[in-house]
């Protein structure tokens, strides 16, 4: 043992305190050849003790570290040479965790203080989700997760009872069955259904903060420098796109996708580093498993997962084209993730045959995936021995692409035409905002619409990527290829859809990390900060094992990084705030759901005569609180929009009422030119009433709540009173009644125009005295509920 680390671990033995003092001293000897006292921020007992012990040495007109590797060796706790271990004795493989160094306390405060910031942006909205009894998830698809985690827990004997995996119904089994089992099981191990409301309310924070971690994992990987991991989990708290959609409450399948993708990225680039050792190593081993099982995690998450492990065929044929260029075997450099893909493909495998979990298009696409990064491997090696440039394989990868989907389309035709169509439905399917492009909306789409998902991280990520690209590429840098190349194939996908936006997410938060202090060095706020020369670590020592530090700048720098930094969130934030506004459920949508519960329950109403219609987009919310069938908006995708167009309202009660039980109208902007005839008008302006212009009123619908600003009201479908009498040949009868129902009170009219013979004949869903003429009729209770008649003057 040299004598300045024994000195080293005499001193931190005696004073432990002073570890991150010595770990800031180290990091600005890395980055400078001589240094004053002034330079470190550590006080002077500290400085001191280093010097004294001959830790810290003087170096003309300066100080210097006397032996950096040992006080490193130190702090990290390497263990001694093999020299000094029992040679003559087997050994074992040891697993090393250099990809998980050891935070010093500013760094770890720094970490904590970013997550903090990434909790604090999901949970501030606490009050809309948690409002007293009620747990109110935010849009309207998680409560369709909500239901079926519900149902599952109900069934279920207890936590390790996993026959109900094997036994999801098909709507699960073929889309999300990992995400809704795991949180099934958390729900099962929190208290069973009851909890469910609470698990999943939160299941999307801790998949939040469980990303921004791995995504600092990444870009501390792919830096080595810690700057760039706080940066990169801050820009990630505040891009909207992400943020709301791991908000608190947002039980979409979302959050979940989010992490193995993460996880995924994560592990090619622990890959990049270890596939150059000898392939017999556990950690080789240990990084291709870890690597395999996300990437079944991301298969057996969604429907959709292929679509996202999609990225790793991609970064195969790059990384072929880059062994070829460097001369270096493409097969050798992809023997581990070939492994990791086989891995995934068993695992993926026996889920499928096991618990009948997806289609074989989403079970065996890690199958297809290992093939294709075999074939791409195996072009590589061809060209790299023949001699021939990169771009040969480049242009071999597109043709032998197109070549294999026709392949597929003549072997399997069943099966490739079910890849078409989905991926037609996904990419192609318009409808919901999120399946607009990114740049949607014309020339100022393209310019604000990548703002509005992704903030200012944007405008630093966008040129980060296009210029580490290139580099990444020419100067074999494969953990920046990794980044790049899921950067540019979300980017794309996100053209095609935005929903895809927050899968780019972690990606862009990494590059405009990196971006941003570059950016900061660039106007002398930081050292020295480049794309390198040779290498974008280029700072670093030459072996890449050594990882740039925190030192707490002065006071003036660190104002002016902080100002800046707050200018290149605020529009993120700010974006991020009015998307949680826009997917909450209002208070007086909430407030009419429950009133329809209670109203229900008294009347002794059970689905599907409690069924609530309402605009799609809180279908589910509705109906989970009044009736708990919340698996489908479907019925109100079809018949709500035709319903409010109608002028024909007994017509639409034919169609409706043995099906729906309340309709739920709302504010629609319709540039004031909503037709008096039509029902949207009849309902929500006028109660039912006649209108203008010969507008009739309606008989089968009876209001019964409106909001306090009559925003949202409520309606049931009752059979209505028919009543009769007899006037004038041709005459025209008003019937009239004043209702009161909860927050709104307003006079019902009907306008009837008798026949020739005098008679006429009206429906009514209100029971009471009405006026007709000058004359009034009493319509009783019994008579709007079972549609009886009653005659004016009997």
């Known amino acids: 043992m040299s004598s300045v680390r024994e000195a080293t671990e005499d001193l931190l033995g005696e004073k432990p305190d002073l570890e991150s003092d010595l770990r800031e001293v180290l990091a600005v000897d890395e980055r400078a050849d001589g240094w004053a006292f002034d330079d470190v921020p550590v006080d002077s007992g500290a400085f001191g003790e280093l010097v004294s012990r001959d830790i810290v040495a003087e170096n003309g007109d300066g100080y210097e570290v006397a032996d950096p590797d040992a006080v490193r060796a130190s702090l990290d706790g390497d263990a001694e040479t093999v020299a000094d271990a029992d040679a003559s004795g087997p050994t074992l493989p040891s697993l090393s965790l250099e990809s998980l160094p050891s935070l010093s306390r500013l760094e770890a405060g720094g970490l904590a203080a970013a997550l903090a910031f990434v909790l604090l942006m999901r949970t501030y909205i606490f009050p809309t989700v948690f409002r007293g009894e009620y747990v109110v998830l935010p849009s309207n698809d998680p409560y369709y997760y909500r239901y079926w985690v519900e149902q599952l827990s109900a069934e279920a004997a207890g936590v390790f009872d996993f026959s109900v995996l094997s036994g999801l119904p098909g709507a699960v089994a073929k889309s999300e069955p990992l995400m809704v089992g795991t949180l099934w099981w958390f729900t099962n191990l929190f208290g069973g259904a009851d909890a469910a409301g609470r698990v999943l309310a939160w299941y999307p924070v801790v998949s939040a903060l469980v990303v921004a971690a791995l995504v600092y994992a990444l870009a501390v990987r792919v830096t080595d420098d810690r700057r760039v991991g706080l940066a990169s989990v ?52 240990l990084a291709a498993t870890a690597l395999g099982v996300a990437v079944a995690g991301q298969v057996m998450a969604w429907e959709a997962g292929p679509l996202l492990v999609g990225a790793v065929g991609v970064f195969a044929a790059v990384r072929a084209a880059a062994d070829v260029r460097a001369d270096r075997s493409p097969l050798a450099a992809s023997a581990s993730l070939l492994a990791g893909l086989a891995v995934a493909t068993l695992l993926s495998h026996l889920a499928h045959t096991g618990f009948g979990w997806h289609t074989d298009v989403v079970a065996y696409s890690p199958a297809l995936l290992l093939v294709g990064v075999l074939a791409v491997s195996l072009a590589g090696e061809a060209v790299r021995r023949a001699g021939m440039p990169a771009f040969v394989l480049g242009g071999a990868e597109v043709a032998g692409a197109l070549s294999a989907l026709a392949l597929l389309q003549f072997v399997l035709p069943t099966y490739a035409n079910r890849l078409y169509r989905q991926l037609d439905f996904l990419l192609f399917k318009s409808g919901a905002a999120e399946t607009q492009s990114l740049f949607a909306g014309g020339p100022a789409g393209f310019f604000i619409g990548p703002i509005l998902e992704l903030g200012f991280a944007w405008l630093l990520a966008v040129p980060t ?20 190349t899921y950067g540019w194939y979300f980017l794309v996908l996100a053209a095609f859809q935005r929903r895809f936006v927050g899968e780019l997410a972690p990606f862009a938060a990494v590059l405009a990390g990196y971006g941003f202090l570059v950016f900061a060095a660039k106007v002398d706020l930081l050292s020295q900060f480049g794309f390198g020369e040779d290498d974008p670590r280029a700072e670093n020592d030459a072996d890449g094992s050594t990882r740039r530090t925190l030192g707490l700048p002065d006071r003036g720098t660190a104002a002016t990084l902080a100002v800046l930094l707050l200018f290149l969130v605020s529009a993120g934030g700010v974006q991020t705030a009015v998307r949680h506004q826009q997917v909450k459920i209002v208070d007086d949508k909430f407030e009419a759901a429950t009133w329809i519960d209670g109203y229900a329950e008294r009347q002794g109403l059970e689905y599907p005569n409690n069924y609530v219609l309402s605009k799609w987009g809180r279908n589910r919310m509705y109906n989970y609180f009044v009736n708990g069938e919340s698996r489908s908006y479907g019925f109100a995708y079809r018949r709500y929009a035709p319903f409010l167009r109608s002028s024909d309202p007994a017509a639409q009660y034919q169609k409706l009422h043995e099906k729906v039980g309340f309709v739920v109208t709302k504010n629609v902007n319709l540039n004031g030119r909503a037709a008096p005839k039509i029902n949207y008008a009849r309902f929500h302006k006028r109660f039912g009433s006649a209108g203008p212009n010969g507008a009739s009123g309606a008989g089968h619908y009876k209001a019964l709540y409106a909001s306090d600003d009559g925003s949202v009201k409520v309606f049931s479908l009752v059979p209505g009173a028919n009543v009769t009498g007899t006037v004038g040949e041709n005459e025209t009868v008003t019937l009239s009644k004043k209702v009161e129902i909860e927050g709104a009170s307003f006079t019902y009219r009907r306008s009837i125009t008798a026949g020739p013979d005098g008679d006429f004949s009206v429906t009514v869903p209100y029971a009471g005295t009405y006026s007709v003429g000058n004359r009034t009729v009493e319509v009783p209770e019994s008579a709007v509920e079972n549609g009886g008649n009653v005659t004016v003057g009997a």
Do not use: M, N, Q
């Open 234 to 285: 801050t820009f990630l708290a505040v891009i909207p796109a992400f943020a709301y959609r791991t908000g608190l409450g947002f039980a979409d399948h979302h959050a979940f996708d989010y992490l193995w993708l993460a996880l995924t990225a994560l592990g090619l680039v622990w890959l990049s580093d270890v596939e150059r050792e000898d392939l017999s190593s556990p950690k080789s081993w």
């Open 465 to 484: 990527l296009a210029l580490l690209s290139w580099r990444a590429y020419r100067r074999d840098h494969v953990p920046w290829l990794v980044v790049c």
